[in-house]
């Protein structure tokens, strides 16, 4: 029982702290993106964001399209999104 709660303990903290890794990384792609672009537009600095959390290619399976509402949707409230901050503090949640 003890190994049980533990374990449980552990994987709460680690959901925690994705959820702030996600919401640290998109709030950096979102400073980025608000900056005048001197290369390719705000669709490369959403991508870069996407990639360095791991879910691009679930982003472009649902949307196709770079957007920022949409980016912003999928990161912090799709469902769809294991590592979409509401998913991450849901399963922190369950595991709590």
Same mark, same amino acid.
């Given at each position: 029982?003890?190994?049980?709660?533990?374990? /449980?303990?552990?994987?709460?903290?680690? #959901?925690? $702290? @994705?959820?702030?890794?996600?919401? @640290?990384?998109? $709030?950096?792609? #979102? @400073?980025?993106?608000?900056?005048?672009?001197?290369?390719?537009?705000? /669709?490369?600095?959403? @991508?870069?964001?996407?990639?360095?959390?791991?879910?691009?290619?679930? #982003?472009? *399976?649902?949307?196709?399209? #770079? /957007?920022?509402?949409?980016?912003?949707?999928?990161?912090?409230? /799709?469902? $769809? *999104?294991?590592?979409?901050?509401?998913?991450?503090?849901?399963?922190?949640?369950?595991?709590?």
């Amino acid at each position: 029982m003890l190994g049980r709660t533990a374990n /449980d303990l552990f994987w709460m903290s680690r #959901y925690i $702290e @994705r959820a702030e890794n996600m919401a @640290r990384l998109l $709030e950096v792609g #979102y @400073r980025i993106a608000l900056l005048p672009g001197q290369r390719h537009g705000h /669709d490369e600095e959403w @991508r870069s964001t996407l990639r360095s959390a791991g879910c691009e290619q679930g #982003y472009l *399976n649902k949307y196709g399209s #770079y /957007d920022t509402g949409n980016v912003v949707n999928f990161m912090l409230f /799709d469902t $769809e *999104n294991p590592s979409s901050v509401y998913a991450c503090l849901a399963a922190a949640r369950r595991n709590a």
